[in-house]
C-alpha cells in the first residue's frame, strides 16, 4: 500500500508510512467535492436573483404600464423564478440538520410570499 502524501511503498496493514510518518489509516473525504457543489448552487443562486431582478427593474422602467399588459406574466415568472431560487441556498448547507431547518424555513418564505402576492399574479 502507497502512502497518500510522498508515494513510498509501505507494508500492507501499516499504521504510519516509514518514509513521512503520515497515518496510513487516514481516509480522505469528499469535502473537496461537497463544497465544489455548494459554491455552485451559491453561485447559480445569486445569478439567478440578479439577472431576475435587473429584468424586473428594466420591466418597470421601459414598459409603460406593464402591470396590465401581457407583460406582467413574463414579470410573474422571473418573480417566481427568483423567489424559488432562495431554495438553493439551504440545499448547499452541508450539515444535515441545519439542511433540514433551512429547507423548512424557505420552504414557509416562499409559501408566504407567493399567497401574499398570489392576487397580483391573478389579475
Known amino acids: 500500500m502507497n502512502c497518500l502524501r510522498c508515494n513510498t511503498p509501505n507494508e500492507e496493514g501499516a499504521k504510519f508510512c516509514k518514509n513521512c510518518g503520515m497515518d496510513m489509516t487516514y481516509v480522505p473525504s469528499n469535502e473537496i467535492a ?6 455552485t448552487l451559491l453561485v447559480i443562486f445569486i445569478s439567478i436573483a ?8 428594466a420591466i418597470q422602467k421601459l414598459v409603460t404600464n406593464w402591470y396590465e399588459s401581457p407583460t ?17 441556498i ?4 452541508k450539515n444535515k440538520t441545519l439542511k433540514i431547518i433551512g ?3 424557505t420552504t414557509i418564505m416562499i409559501i408566504y410570499w407567493v399567497y401574499s402576492d398570489v392576487e ?3 389579475r
Open 34 to 39: 461537497n463544497s465544489k457543489t455548494s459554491d
Open 103 to 105: 429547507l423548512i424555513i
Open 72 to 88: 406582467k406574466y413574463i414579470y410573474g415568472s422571473l418573480w417566481l423564478l427568483q423567489n424559488l431560487s432562495f431554495i438553493l
Open 120 to 122: 397580483f399574479m391573478i
Open 90 to 93: 439551504p440545499i448547499s448547507i
Open 50 to 57: 440578479f439577472v431576475s431582478a435587473i429584468a424586473q427593474f
